[in-house]
C-alpha cells in the first residue's frame, strides 16, 4: 500500500448495496473487498451487531476517489442491515470508531466542515470530487438518523451500552 500524502481525513462510507442487508451481510461485503483490493478496499467496517473489522491505517485505501484517497488517514465502511436492534448495534460502533480513529490520528472530531475532520463520502465528492458517491445519509435516513442528528452523534459520541461516553 503507498503512504498518504497528507492525514486530513477519516471518511464515513456505507456500503450502497441494499440487496446485502442479511445476517451475513458484513462478510459479504468484507469478501468482496478482499477480491478487489486494487479498486475496492477501506480500513474499516463495521456491521453484523456492533462488530468491527480493521485493516492497517494511514496508507492510501481505495473508498473514496483519487483525490481523498491519498488524503485519508482511515474510510469506514458500514455494512446495511434491515434490522432496527442490529442497526442501533453498528450505528453506536460506527460513531464509536470514526471519532476514535480521529482521535488517534490527531484528527478534529467534526463531521463535513472545513479542514481537517471526519467526512462522509458525499462531502468529498462534493468538496473534492473525483468520486460520485453519497453516502452514507441515505441510508442513515432509511434508519431514522437525520444528517443533524449524525453530526451531533459525531460531536459528543454515545453513550450506548458503555461504548462511548463522550470522551475518548
Not at 33 to 46: C, D, E, I, L, Y
Not at 48 to 54: A, E, K, L, M, S
Not at 132 to 145: N, V
Request: aromatic content about 8%.
Amino acid at each position: 500500500m503507498r503512504a498518504l500524502s497528507a492525514a486530513k481525513y477519516v471518511i464515513a462510507h456505507e456500503s450502497g448495496n441494499p440487496k446485502n442487508c442479511g445476517p451475513n451481510a458484513l462478510e459479504n461485503e468484507i469478501a468482496y473487498m478482499n477480491r478487489n483490493k486494487a479498486n475496492a478496499f477501506t480500513s474499516h467496517w463495521v456491521g453484523g451487531g456492533g462488530r468491527i473489522q480493521v485493516a492497517p491505517v494511514n496508507r492510501v485505501q481505495y473508498g473514496c476517489g483519487h483525490i481523498g484517497n491519498p488524503l485519508s488517514y482511515a474510510q469506514v465502511e458500514w455494512a446495511r442491515t434491515n434490522d432496527k436492534e442490529q442497526f442501533k448495534k453498528d450505528y453506536a460502533a460506527y460513531i464509536w470508531l470514526l471519532r476514535k480513529l480521529a482521535k488517534v490520528a490527531g484528527i478534529p472530531i467534526s463531521l463535513d466542515g472545513s479542514g481537517n475532520g471526519i467526512r462522509s463520502h458525499r462531502w468529498i465528492t462534493n468538496n473534492l470530487s473525483g468520486t460520485t458517491h453519497l453516502d452514507p445519509y441515505a441510508y442513515l435516513q432509511s434508519m431514522g438518523i437525520t444528517e443533524a442528528q449524525f453530526k451531533q452523534d459525531i460531536k459528543n459520541g454515545l453513550n450506548e451500552k458503555g461504548l462511548n461516553n463522550g470522551s475518548i
